[in-house]
Each structure stands twice: as C-alpha cells, then as structure tokens.
C-alpha cells in the first residue's frame, strides 16, 4: 500500500486547541472531585430506582373477585409493569404464588389459588416472559395477608404473590 | 322424575332408656372400687354416644344389684319397670394381679329375661384393659340390640395446628379419647383419609414447599412416603374401596383434575375430562360398591357436588341449592352423601339421596359446620364446627340431634375422617 501523509485540515487544528482551557493544578483536582461525586450519586441514584423497582415488584399482588381464577382488567398495567421489571432484570426468577380468603373450603381454596397463580404466568407468558423463569405455588387459605374476618381483610388475601427465587 | 324424599322420622328422638347400676366388686380395694366406677360411668358413656340410648337416672333406682345380686333370679323386674328402665346391665369385677374379670349380664326389663351373660378376661394392667373390656361389653350389646356390631374399635383422624404455624394429622379413638400426633411433617398437612382397611392414612402436605400428596402407617411417627409430587398442586387424595387404588386431583396437565394412581404414584388414568384450561375438579370420593365416584367440580360455574358413574361414564350434578358445595362423603351404607354447603353467610351440614333429591340441612346458625364424614355403620357424622371460636371436632347423629363437642385440644382442629371399624 502506499505511504500517504496524514493531512491535518489546519482550521480544524487551530479550532481544537482553541478549545483547550489552560486551568491550574488545584482546579483540575477540584473539578475530578465533583465529578467523582456527580458520578457517585448518579449510582447511589440508579441504584436506588432499582432497590424501588425491586421492591414494587415484590411488594404489588395481583387481585382477585371472590372464587374467580380470572385476570381483571384492572390488574393489567400491574401485570405489565411486572413483565417490564423481568424483562430488564433477565438473570431473575421467580415463584408466582396463589392465595385465597378464608370463607371458601380448605380443599377447594388450594385448588382456587393454583388456578390464579397459573394463569398470571399464562399472562406473563403472553407479554413474553420465558416460562422456565417462573414456577407457580398455591398456598389456598393458608397463608392470609390480614387474617380478620372482614371485606378488607378477604379482598387483601385474594392474592397472587411474587417472590424473587 | 319421583325425587326420593329423605326419611323425615329420626329413629335417635325417642331413645331406648337403660339402667346402669354400680358393679359388684369382688375384693375390697379402692383400686377395685375407683374401676368399677370407671367401668360403669365408660359404658354410660359409650351407649349413650351411640344415640340409640339415654341413661336412666341412678335416683330412680329401685335395687342395688352389687348388694342384692346380680344374676336372673336375684333381679326384681318390676322394680326396675317403675324406674323407667327398659334395659337393665349388671356386673361384677374381680382384678387379681396382672388380670381383670368382668362377668355381665343385659336384661330385658319388659320381657322380664336375660338377653346374655358373658364374662370378659383382660390380661395385663388392669387400668390399661379397663376400657377394651368395657368396649367389648358395649360392643355385644349393641349386636344384641340392632343386630349390627358397634364401632368401637374406629378411630377419628383429624387436622391440628401446632404452635409453630404448621398443621399435623392426629387421631382420636371413637369417642375422642387419647387423642395423638400421627404426622410428624414439620409443615402443613391437610385433607387426610384412612386406607380402606384402616391401617394407613393419605395426606396432602407441604413438606417439599408445595402441596404434594404422602401415604403413612396410622400410628405415631410412622414413617411417610411420597405418592405423588407431580403436579403444581397435587390434593384431596382417597383410596378406592378396593384398596389397591387411589383418586386424587392433580395439575399435571394444566388443569386441576381427578386422576387414578397407585400408591406409588403411577398415574392409571384420567378420571374428569379436561372441560376447561382453568378447569377445577377435586375431592374424590367412591361409593361403598366402588361403581361411582362423588366429586367437586366448578364445571357449572360454582362448586357443586357430581357423581359419576365409573362403568358407563355419565356425569350427574347433585346439588343445585346455593353457590358453594364442597366436601363431600359417601354414608357407607351408601344410599346418602353428605356435604358442607354455604348458605346465609355459613356453611352447614347437609345430606342429600346419592340418587338426586332436596337435600336436608343437619346443622344451623351455629357458625361454620365444614367437611362432614360418617361412622362405620351410618349412624353418626363427624364433623368441624368453629361454634365456640376456633374450629374444633364434633360429631351428631345422622339426623343432626345430639350435636356435641369431641375433642378438645389446643389450637384449631378441622377436617375429621371416620376410619373403617378395626377389631379393638
């Protein structure tokens, strides 16, 4: 190959060293320091978001009519946020677990409670989350939020829950 | 078509009153004296748990057998008649060393004879062999008096919640005594049932995390073994009549369905067919004959009670009242099933003609009266009632009357099973 001289545009040249700022000593120090820390907080501030992101996702369930397994259209943006959550954390996986309020049977609720895990990962399937990332778990009555015996307490415990595995 | 109508008369309202006086004691030793007290208060007991009988009350008694004798010629009939009696037993102990001996005998008051004598021997302590010998008595007067042998001999497994969160199979004799921890699983356990032959109990039970079903021998820490944990949530476990298989609901093919296995978990076939994805049908249970299985399936939309006839396939739904029947079992004389309905912010007792017909309610405004089983022979139903508060186990005749509490233990306790009736 032949041997050409890389030719500087002299303008261009000129314009860089224009750029160039002559500062002292102590102010190149000072300006590493505060972009150290702007640099620190905006981890401290990521990291943060995460920790809140992590903890929505664990911390909202899913809820439920009384003996109903279906989805209600006003748990869907939930559902959708907690796809959006899987699908920037890829690595995690997890257990979706199914609850139920105590008036119904023992027996029936367990079946109730598989039912209503089951098809909140058919749901999160079809935002496309990878079936071998959840595993379904139903607790029935077992295992109630609030254990009086009111409105608020059963609609609280009509619950699919998820858990970081 | 004709529904049949359920037997409206109930044969536990007028009770056969029996007069049980003191035992005579050979010997004169507290000990002597303290079992024959413990020996006749256990027979009254024991008769009256049946329903069919009332004790007549000790005021009334005309004659003290213990002292006036207690053989045919030494009885005064009409002594006893004016008492109220219509059945008198009268007995005498004799506790030599490592042995008890009971001679007794049962008369008929109105026909003025005898109906036995029998003497019992229990070797061994006599504490211990107290209560066998006295079941045995119970036992021959029951066959002297219905022509079927008691009950005496089964034993009521039930759910008990252990102070540390977790739920445990116990069993009680009959009538509550002794009741012991079976399962020692150190997580919660649920829906148990005996094996036909009584020796063996099955269980669903978190031990792995999940709901899985376990076999285990029925007596304390016998040891456990896994049927199945092949599905999500594998539950509601029972054996067939026969006794080789079981039934049990499981999610191995996306729905919650009925399926036939053996005991060691080798799926035989489906038993509910797939109706729908979310599908939900559980809680199997078989005629005493073994040609139809009653279950619990939302095919309806709510839970209601099914039976399916296993020879030709055909489906029928039993209960249209209310919006929630569960739990149900099949009366081992096999004409009724019963089952726990929800009506009026409860669930009660309810019997139904396993053919269809109106179901009659056994329990009312008492809380919730949950999953129903009957004794050996049909005459009496155990079930869970959270009457006082916390759930607890009681039992009633299979009209309903003579609702009573059976055993009291700390805790909740809940879904009581009947065994089969063993030889004591």
């Given at each position: 190959c032949t041997k050409k001289a890389v030719e500087v545009d002299p303008t261009a040249e000129a314009a860089a060293q224009e750029a160039v700022t002559e500062t002292t000593a102590d102010d190149a120090a000072a300006a590493d320091e505060a972009a150290r820390i702007a640099e620190e907080e905006l981890m401290k501030k990521e990291a943060a978001a995460r920790a809140e992101a992590l903890s929505a996702f664990e911390n909202t369930n899913i809820a439920f009519n009384y003996d109903s397994s279906a989805i209600q259209d006003s748990e869907i943006a939930n559902l959708e946020a907690k796809a959006e959550w899987l699908k920037e954390n890829p690595g995690v996986r997890i257990t979706i677990e199914g609850h139920c309020d105590d008036r119904g049977t023992t027996d029936y609720n367990l079946a109730l409670g598989d039912r209503r895990a089951a098809r909140v990962k058919a749901f999160l399937e079809s935002l496309g989350i990878d079936a071998d990332r959840m595993v379904t778990v139903s607790y029935g009555e077992e295992r109630p939020l609030d254990p009086a015996a009111n409105e608020a307490a059963w609609s609280k415990n009509r619950r699919v829950q998820f858990v970081i595995r | 078509e004709e529904r049949v109508q359920l037997r409206i008369t109930n044969p536990f309202e007028n009770k056969t009153p029996v007069a049980i006086p003191a035992f005579k004691v050979m010997g004169s030793s507290a000990e002597e004296q303290h079992l024959a007290q413990k020996a006749v208060t256990l027979l009254q007991e024991t008769l009256a748990f049946t329903g069919y009988f009332r004790m007549v009350n000790p005021e009334a008694f005309l004659?003290?057998?213990?002292?006036?004798?207690?053989?045919?010629?030494?009885?005064?009939?009409?002594?006893?008649?004016?008492?109220?009696?219509?059945?008198?037993?009268t007995g005498s102990l004799t506790v030599s060393g490592q042995a008890i001996i009971g001679d007794f005998y049962l008369y008929d008051i109105f026909r003025q004879k005898s109906l036995f004598g029998v003497r019992f021997r229990g070797a061994g302590d006599p504490e211990t062999n107290l209560r066998p010998l006295i079941l045995k008595l119970a036992d021959k007067i029951m066959v002297t008096y219905s022509g079927k042998h008691g009950y005496f001999g089964s034993r009521i497994a039930f759910v008990s919640t252990s102070t540390t969160g977790t739920k445990e199979i116990w069993a009680s004799a009959f009538d509550g005594h002794n009741p012991v921890q079976l399962s020692r699983n150190n997580a919660i356990t649920l829906t148990p049932s005996w094996s036909p032959d009584g020796t063996k109990i099955t269980y669903t039970s978190y031990v792995k995390k999940k709901p899985d079903i376990y076999v285990q021998g029925a007596w304390a820490g016998a040891r456990r073994d896994l049927v199945t944990a092949k599905g999500t949530t594998n539950i509601t476990p029972a054996w067939l009549p026969d006794g080789k298989n079981m039934a049990a609901s499981l999610t191995i093919d996306g729905d919650q369905a009925i399926y036939l296995l053996t005991e060691k978990g080798k799926i035989r076939k489906r038993l509910t067919r797939k109706w729908s994805k979310w599908g939900i049908d559980l809680s199997p249970v078989f005629s005493p004959s073994g040609d139809r299985m009653a279950f619990v399936s939302k095919r309806s939309g709510t839970p209601q009670i099914y039976v399916k006839h296993l020879k030709s396939g055909r489906i029928e739904r039993l209960t249209f009242d209310g919006r929630y029947n569960t739990s149900p079992a099949w009366s081992p004389t096999g004409d009724q099933i019963a089952y726990a309905g929800f009506k009026e912010g409860n669930f009660d007792i309810h019997v139904i003609d396993a053919r269809g017909g109106r179901p009659m309610q056994l329990t009312r405004n008492t809380g919730d009266n949950e999953t129903p089983s009957w004794s050996p022979d049909g005459s009496l139903i155990v079930f869970s009632s959270n009457r006082r508060g916390s759930s607890s186990i009681y039992v009633m005749n299979a009209y309903g009357t003579d609702q009573r509490q059976l055993v009291s233990l700390p805790g909740e306790q809940t879904a009581p099973v009947w065994s089969p009736n063993l030889t004591q």
């Open positions: - | 004659e003290d057998p213990s002292q006036t004798g207690i053989t045919e010629q030494d009885i005064h009939f009409n002594r006893w008649r004016s008492s109220g009696a219509e059945l008198l037993v």
